[in-house]
């Protein structure tokens, strides 16, 4: 009894250390490339600079699959695994079922709460194959730890919060806060009361207004490649009412663009924090907070605009908020943990590399497909047609059906054309994917990416400096090159030492980092280690 007694003491005489941290904040910054953080680091004085000096920093992770997407760089983040076992590929891929281009996360089965039904929208993790850091932390805590996501993005939520976690996102539709009915049938009483606020609508008629002075930011304003859309116009200030009347969904785009969308999911976070009551005991939770507002800026103006320049200066400033409620919620810094980092990085519009004297181009996947689709008609007749997802090709056509046509050399002849053109580097069918010798090194990414039953029949991959977009403006992201597949990761708090940690990582190492770091197992498919180096220095 007496040394049953003796034990206990000692155990309860343990320092604070020897503990998990109560709370674990896991943020993530759409598009945030490492080259656009570290061009404006200079600048970032407020939560993300701190962050950077405070934590342990490493400037260069790099994914290792090939198509740098939001919803997989989340699914990535969150489960250790690279897509060929999580099986998120992309944002949408093309149902071999019915021929045509799906969502992510779509689940007819468990539409959006209380917002109208829309075929093929983002609702649930059904399509996530594997096991999320969320989900092992419900599990192992027997459902005690909690695990909350929220942001912009359905797909980014959806992909932090797992099976067994709660994910909320924006609706732009309706306006508010939403999630879908796989993870409950009835709002809870803080995501209520966090809608009555109307935040969003709080900025209809208000317009974004440069943080600094302009003679701070660098470049021009105005850039004939940037895009006009949701009423912003190209120029500082930019109204936020959409050009309308009263708030609606074009307004509510608007200020997902803008800078505010930051503050308010900052918002979403501290009610989530208040109204989970996460951090309050020794059990720890996970608090998962995917800012899009960076990503959606990125889109509409690239990454060496005034609007991201000023997107990243307010970000610094909101996650100081951020930070330091997670800090209260926490009971102190000593039970904090904290992990920053991006789904994908970004290009420039290629219009301003060229005229940099760089060999860039704006590629159309419709023109590419339909000289595709002219190719393959010319060679094995019939009514087969090519449709691109990105990266991935997709052939479909009854004639492919019939006894008389070999799949796999048409498959063969497709990635032999694109292999020949001028915007492309390689090109593979899905039949010699893991045979085909890989001189350059371009088909690993390739591999990583391709899950069987949603990947295309032929993959490929467009030159460096070459922007496979659809639109004449704007810009966009989904390659293995640096400038798309580099990002930051940041670990900070209870343990962890500060520097800066040159060596490449890769992604798939954050989610069993912090599993060591919360003392729970990692996600069962994970792929990635832990990063030892975080808590000796070396």
Same mark, same amino acid.
């Given at each position: 009894?007496?040394?049953? $007694? ?37 600048? *970032? ?40 076992? %999580? ?58 730890? /909690? ?58 008629? /208000?317009?974004?207004? $440069? ?66 009551? $996460? ?6 939770? *996970? ?132 292999? /020949? %053109? ?117």
């Amino acid at each position: 009894m007496i040394r049953a $007694l003796l034990l206990v003491t000692a155990l309860a005489a343990l320092p604070a250390s020897a503990r998990p941290p109560r709370l674990t904040l896991f943020i993530t910054v759409d598009a945030l490339g490492s080259d656009v953080l570290l061009r404006n680091r200079p600048r *970032l004085q407020g939560g993300l600079g701190q962050l950077l000096t405070a934590g342990a920093f490493y400037p260069y992770a790099r994914y290792g699959f090939a198509e740098c997407r939001t919803a997989p760089g989340h699914a990535t983040l969150s489960t250790g695994t690279n897509p060929w076992r %999580h099986g998120v590929i992309d944002n949408r891929w093309v149902d071999r079922a019915t021929g045509k281009p799906v969502n992510s996360f779509v689940d007819p089965a468990h539409p959006v709460l209380e917002v109208p039904l829309s075929p093929g929208q983002d609702a649930s993790p059904a399509n996530l194959m594997v096991e999320t850091l969320a989900d092992r932390l419900r599990v192992a805590t027997q459902e005690r730890g /909690k695990a909350v996501a929220v942001s912009l993005k359905s797909r980014a939520a959806i992909a932090m919060a797992g099976r067994l976690g709660q994910a909320w996102w924006f609706d732009d539709g309706v306006g508010k806060f939403v999630t879908g009915t796989w993870y409950t049938k009835e709002f809870p009483t803080w995501v209520k009361e966090l809608n009555a606020r109307k935040l969003p609508e709080s900025y209809f008629g /208000k317009k974004w207004e $440069l943080m600094r002075p302009r003679a701070e930011y660098v470049g021009e304003d105005e850039r004939p490649y940037e895009v006009n859309a949701y009423g912003l116009g190209r120029t500082f200030p930019h109204p936020l009412d959409g050009g309308l009347p009263s708030p609606g969904l074009i307004s509510y785009r608007a200020f997902g663009v803008s800078p505010d969308s930051h503050d308010v999911l900052v918002e979403a976070a501290k009610a989530a924090m208040v109204g989970e009551a $996460l951090g309050k005991d020794e059990v720890p939770d *996970l608090l998962a907070v995917s800012l899009s507002g960076t990503d959606l800026v990125f889109h509409e103006f690239g990454p060496y605009s005034w609007e991201m320049q000023d997107s990243l200066l307010r970000l610094d400033k909101a996650l100081g908020d951020l930070i330091a409620a997670a800090e209260r919620a926490a009971g102190g810094r000593a039970n904090l943990v904290i992990a920053l980092t991006a789904d994908h990085g970004g290009a420039t519009a290629p219009e301003q590399w060229a005229a940099q004297g760089l060999p860039a181009q704006r590629v159309s996947p419709v023109v590419l497909a339909q000289e595709l689709t002219q190719e393959l008609r010319k060679q094995f007749g019939g009514d087969v047609t090519a449709s691109l997802e990105e990266l991935d090709v997709y052939l479909s056509g009854k004639s492919l059906e019939g006894p008389k046509v070999d799949g796999a050399a048409m498959r063969r002849a497709a990635a032999a054309w694109l292999a /020949k %053109h001028p915007a492309v580097v390689t090109a593979v069918a899905r039949d010699d994917l893991f045979t085909a010798p890989d001189i350059a090194g371009h088909l690993t990414p390739l591999r990583k990416g391709y899950f069987p039953e949603r990947s295309g029949d032929v993959l490929y991959m467009v030159k460096p400096f070459h922007l496979l977009y659809t639109d004449a403006e704007g810009t966009s992201h989904g390659t293995p090159y640096s400038y798309d597949s580099q990002v930051p990761v940041v670990f900070a708090g209870k343990g962890i030492k500060p520097g800066a940690y040159l060596e490449e990582m890769d992604p798939v190492d954050v989610a069993p980092t912090l599993a060591a770091l919360m003392e729970i197992g990692m996600p069962a498919s994970a792929e990635g280690k832990p990063r030892a180096e975080i808590l000796t220095g070396k």
